[in-house]
């Protein structure tokens, strides 16, 4: 029996409208993933950002109508490989961010990330990359080439005293940033020493360190992430990631500078 006509075009609308719906829909998840990380998928437990470690002078800095000047030495991570563009790095969004905070200062992040720099590569080049810079505060992040190279933890230790006795010399506040972060990497590659070493020259430096590979183990184990499938995901991944460290880092100066 032949349909009345009204209900014809009822029901072969009714497809129509489903594959528009999910059209919208597929579009709207693509959109989604397009857009820069936002403070709910960045957050971390409180604890992760606390230090009583103090920046005196990147405080004065932080000031209306003063200038701050921060150089970032490390390696791939910081150079922004991954996101497949340094304007995605965590260090061009940090300028970025502390800017917007802090309108009536002058900020300037000067990226100085090499891919695949051990510890000591990076002290090798301080001299041009940090110190010649003359930055109020120097962020360094390293550790993931010595432990992939398997580099003495001890060595690595005194590579990291010696680079920041260089800095405290010229003067120059530091922050440190530990590794990053993905079971796939942490089943073979024993971070642990290194990040020991890390934490312990920071402690008795009492300079402040910038939690990553914590926070992205807590981004892992929530589901926010999927570091697993970095590969697959490619550069919207990495610059969704690097865009929440780079909110979190802003955040922890603010606290070291209050």
Same mark, same amino acid.
């Given at each position: @029996?032949?349909?009345?006509?009204?209900?014809? /075009?009822?029901?072969?609308? +009714?497809?129509?409208?489903?594959?528009?719906?999910?059209?919208?829909?597929?579009?709207?998840? *693509?959109?989604?993933? #397009?857009?820069?990380?936002?403070?709910?998928?960045?957050?971390?437990?409180?604890?992760?950002?606390?230090?009583?470690?103090?920046?005196? @002078?990147?405080?004065?800095?932080?000031?209306?109508?003063?200038?701050?000047?921060?150089?970032? !030495?490390?390696?791939?991570?910081?150079?922004?490989?991954?996101?497949?563009?340094?304007?995605?790095?965590?260090?061009? %969004? +940090?300028?970025?961010?502390?800017?917007?905070?802090?309108?009536?200062?002058?900020?300037?992040?000067?990226?100085?990330?090499? $891919?695949?720099?051990?510890?000591?590569? #990076?002290?090798?080049? *301080?001299? =041009?990359?940090?110190?010649?810079?003359?930055?109020?505060?120097?962020?360094?992040?390293?550790?993931?080439?010595?432990?992939?190279?398997?580099?003495?933890?001890?060595?690595?230790?005194?590579? @990291?005293?010696?680079?920041?006795? /260089?800095?405290?010399?010229?003067? !120059?506040?530091?922050?440190?940033?530990? #590794?990053?972060?993905?079971?796939?990497?942490?089943?073979?590659?024993? *971070?642990?020493?290194?990040?020991?070493?890390?934490?312990? $020259?920071?402690? !008795?430096?009492?300079?402040?360190?910038? =939690?990553?590979?914590? #926070? @992205?183990?807590?981004?892992?184990?929530?589901?926010?992430?999927?570091?697993?499938?970095?590969?697959?995901?490619?550069?919207?991944?990495?610059? %969704?990631?690097?865009?929440?460290?780079? =909110?979190?880092?802003?955040?922890? !100066?603010? +606290?070291?500078?209050?």
């Amino acid at each position: @029996m032949m349909l009345p006509a009204h209900r014809r /075009r009822r029901a072969g609308s +009714l497809p129509v409208l489903i594959l528009a719906g999910l059209a919208v829909a597929a579009l709207s998840a *693509f959109a989604a993933s #397009m857009r820069p990380a936002h403070a709910d998928e960045c957050a971390i437990p409180e604890e992760l950002l606390q230090d009583d470690s103090r920046l005196e @002078m990147t405080k004065a800095h932080l000031a209306p109508g003063k200038t701050l000047k921060i150089v970032v !030495i490390g390696g791939s991570s910081t150079a922004g490989t991954a996101a497949g563009s340094t304007d995605k790095s965590y260090p061009r %969004r +940090l300028q970025e961010i502390l800017s917007e905070r802090h309108p009536g200062t002058t900020i300037v992040v000067e990226n100085k990330g090499l $891919a695949h720099q051990s510890a000591q590569q #990076m002290l090798d080049r *301080f001299d =041009r990359d940090v110190i010649g810079e003359q930055p109020t505060l120097a962020i360094w992040e390293t550790g993931i080439t010595d432990a992939v190279r398997g580099v003495d933890p001890e060595e690595f230790a005194v590579t @990291m005293q010696s680079g920041l006795d /260089r800095l405290k010399d010229s003067k !120059i506040e530091a922050m440190l940033i530990d #590794m990053q972060f993905s079971r796939a990497t942490a089943s073979v590659i024993n *971070f642990d020493s290194y990040l020991n070493a890390l934490h312990h $020259a920071a402690d !008795i430096n009492d300079i402040y360190v910038f =939690r990553r590979y914590q #926070m @992205m183990r807590y981004w892992s184990e929530n589901g926010v992430f999927d570091f697993d499938n970095w590969p697959k995901a490619g550069a919207q991944l990495a610059a %969704r990631v690097y865009d929440c460290v780079a =909110r979190r880092l802003a955040d922890a !100066i603010e +606290l070291v500078a209050r």
